[in-house]
């Protein structure tokens, strides 16, 4: 444990301790007023640390001055110039960057395995999609990210984009060359927006990648509670207003956000921001360590197994804290694994049929990484199968036809029709295996038998199929 409390470099969290067990009479919501217990002890478990932001971190008469020396101690440490902290998770903030650039109808140029909250903005504030295509790696049949040549293309058509949507890194922690496609893409004048909601840590240690604003992004969104410690929904937009206009920055933050944001969930990233500020390259060496340390024991003891690292992918091109486990070589059944996994307490952030994902952040220890994979190890000895091709996810190949914008195809008459029907016609849903939530089938694009196929299968592999209007898959939303 460190000596030196988190508070006294987080002013809102200091602020919630001081706040959670003042003893108060007041008469404002929320309705439970921090006195659960009073009515029941597993109520009062649940609701008496919900202080609020306002009546709660701040008065009732939205001062903000808390949370504003708050973003603003986060805007330095990103070297950003507008900083907003969020309860609303990245959903919110990729959706208020949508709101915040061009005109209803305006091309953005975007990578097409995007979160599918960011695609929903581009419904909410009418902008166009260029989509880009995602490369795979022939080796371990992973995304690598976006092309610069295919940036370059997308730029020199159309001249009028006004923005270009990275995920950088992608769900499994890969990334394109950011940098370059930066230093590229202003050269047309053109903002570069980057949602790094899997990149909340990057930049606080020497061996992880930089942040989306240090390789030259001119706006970013983080969660802080996907692989820091903020708490669920926490998130975090920054951005330099070079390119970019603050005050629909502002305009599009507040459009979407709620009118009672969780005190608790702004404090927490605070204190994520302070916990990387002061412990970030102590606590990501012990990360670092962990994973080497668990990527050379799979392969030692699981020979034929594929766990990629940062030499796989290229520096700087690889989130080097991402645990990646490939079974296609022995013909392993990541579900089956997952399933035999969860029967013994463990949950992975991410299990397909071809890849594992566990996620080790900065609470795991040497413990808690051996007692995953002395299951895990035993269990893919024994599980070897008829070895296969690699039959890269879905969610990374889709190359979609568009027949209307997503805005359209949101807002058109539909229908619902038997699937095998809806094929040629046009999407009026979105449909997304979840994780890792990227759209396979989107508002707008033709519907195509393979699209449908293939949903079909990772279905009946196991994987969850969000967003559907039908999650069977009988039937698809049409467009009427
Ligand atoms: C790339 C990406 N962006 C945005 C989001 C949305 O984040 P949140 O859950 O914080 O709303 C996710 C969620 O998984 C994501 O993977």
Known sequence: MNEKPLRNDATLLDIFLRVRDEPRNDFIIPGHKRQGHLLDEGLGRLVDGDVPLYGGLDSIKQTDNALRHAESRAATFYDADWCRFSSGGSTHTNQALALALGQPGDVVIASRSLHRSMLLGFVLADLRPVWLPTHIDDHCGLPRGTSIDDVATALASYPGAVALVLTEPGYVGTMSDLQAICELTHQYGVPVLVDQAWGAHFGAHPELPRHALANGADAMVTSTHKLLVGYSQASVAAARTQRLDRDRLDRGFEATQTTSPAGTILASSDASRAL?????????????????????????????????????????????????????????????????????????????????????????????????????????????????????????????????SPREAFFARHERVESSMAIGRVSAELVAPYPPGVPVLAPGEVVTRELVEGLLEVARSGVRIAYAADPSLTTLEVVA
């Open 276 to 404: 990387m500020e002061t412990r970030g390259a102590e606590l990501f060496d012990r990360v670092l360590a962990l994973v080497r340390s668990a990527r050379r024991r799979l392969r030692e003891e699981v020979p034929g197994l594929l766990v990629p690292d940062e030499e796989t992918f290229g520096s700087g091109r690889f989130d080097p804290t991402r645990l990646i486990i490939q079974l296609v070589p022995l013909g392993i059944d990541g579900i089956e694994v997952e399933r035999h996994l969860s029967q013994n307490g463990i949950s992975l952030e991410f299990a397909d049929r071809d890849t594992l994902m566990p996620l080790i952040t900065v609470v795991d220890t040497e413990e808690s990484v051996s007692s995953l994979l002395d299951q895990l190890i035993p269990f893919l000895l024994d599980a070897r199968g008829e070895i296969r091709e690699f039959s890269t996810a879905l969610s990374w190949r889709v190359q979609p036809v568009q027949a209307l």
